[in-house]
């Protein structure tokens, strides 16, 4: 049941039960996943004892559910906080626990209305819970940011962030404004966070990122000179690099690691 996993569909049910081949991923109060050391996944054989379970994928005749904390546990099991998962993720599980995630902070955190402060109705079959004082349906958010690899001739821009992660050279980053277009947020964030004008605006793809709850979209975009003014709010550092030159560049599986890769090979 580990393989394969990107064959796997988004489904909800909350009313539709496990069966004894079903697998299920855990998540605890503190916001930590259960991971099984010895099998390196984050997907198990269904326990003996679990709470509610919600379905958040199908397989062919295999289901995924989403259950909280599982008190018996034998010593391959730990639960890990979202720090600690960089290590074992691929690009199939990082999909599948990035649903996990955010669906169990629309289910299990997000509990009143932003209107009227009245607490919402459990979970609906559509994902949606319903205000009886306003009666509105709310349905969970996702944030959309971008990221964008900026060029000039033969090199890229990479940036250090002002954030808890400083030892790393990355594209720049940025959430999308009310009203604004993603080419349009493209161009402002580089604007902003190192003086910047780009042109030529690619788009390369998305990856859903759990951290919290983001949909990340990366483009590529040409500068138009490489007279870098950063942002010292937003920026400690940025610089124009080789390919054979770079410096500490994020991870795979994350979308920023591909997009600097894709962006140099794209130069060659």
């Not at 980053?173 to 402002?188: I, N, P, T």
């Not at 010292?232 to 991870?251: F, H, M, R, S, V």
């Amino acid at each position: 049941h580990y393989t394969d996993m990107k064959k796997l569909t988004s489904t909800f049910s909350i009313n539709q039960k496990p069966k004894s081949d079903d697998l299920i991923v855990s998540i605890n109060a503190k916001k930590e996943i259960l991971f099984n050391k010895k099998t390196k996944t984050f997907f198990h054989a269904l326990p003996k004892k679990y709470e509610r379970a919600y379905k958040i994928f199908e397989q062919n005749d295999v289901s995924i559910f989403l259950v909280e904390e599982i008190a018996e546990l034998n010593e391959n099991f730990e639960y890990y906080a979202k720090r600690h998962l960089y290590p074992h993720l691929d690009e199939d599980s990082l999909t599948l626990i990035s649903r996990a995630f955010q669906i169990y902070d629309w289910i299990y955190k997000q509990k009143f209305c932003a209107r009227t402060g009245n607490q919402l109705s459990e979970v609906k079959d559509d994902l949606s819970k319903f205000c009886t004082k306003c009666e509105r349906d709310y349905f969970p958010k996702m944030s959309p940011c971008i990221l964008v690899a900026v060029t000039n001739n033969d090199r890229i821009l990479l940036v250090k962030h002002n954030n808890e992660i400083r030892t790393l050279s990355t594209v720049i980053a940025g959430f999308v404004e009310l009203g604004e277009s993603l080419e349009e947020c493209v161009k402002r964030e580089v604007q902003e966070e190192v003086g910047l004008q780009v042109t030529n605006i690619k788009y390369l793809e998305s990856q859903s990122w759990p951290f919290p709850n983001q949909l990340m979209m990366a483009f590529s975009a040409e500068a138009i000179n490489d007279e870098i003014q950063i942002d010292n709010n937003e920026i400690l550092a940025a610089g124009w690099y080789q390919k054979d030159d770079l410096p500490l560049i994020p991870p795979e599986p994350s979308l920023s690691n591909k997009l600097i890769k894709t962006t140099l090979d794209s130069m060659l």
